[in-house]
């Protein structure tokens, strides 16, 4: 998994350095859409902990 989040991260690096150098407005979706994100990545892990914290607590 963190593997796969630092090919990401790093594609996206170079992407941006590519869009900044040649001078292309980015198409990334503004802070709050990123925010978004954030929390549709933060609900889908939250799921299997919160279902393997209800079995051990039940």
Known sequence: ?????????????????????LRIPSPAPPFLGLLGLLG????????PWVKAWLSHHS
């Open 40 to 47: 549709m990545f933060l609900g889908q892990n939250a799921v």
């Open 1 to 21: 998994m963190w593997g796969s989040m630092l090919l990401a991260l790093g594609t996206g690096l170079v992407i941006g350095l590519v869009f900044q150098s």
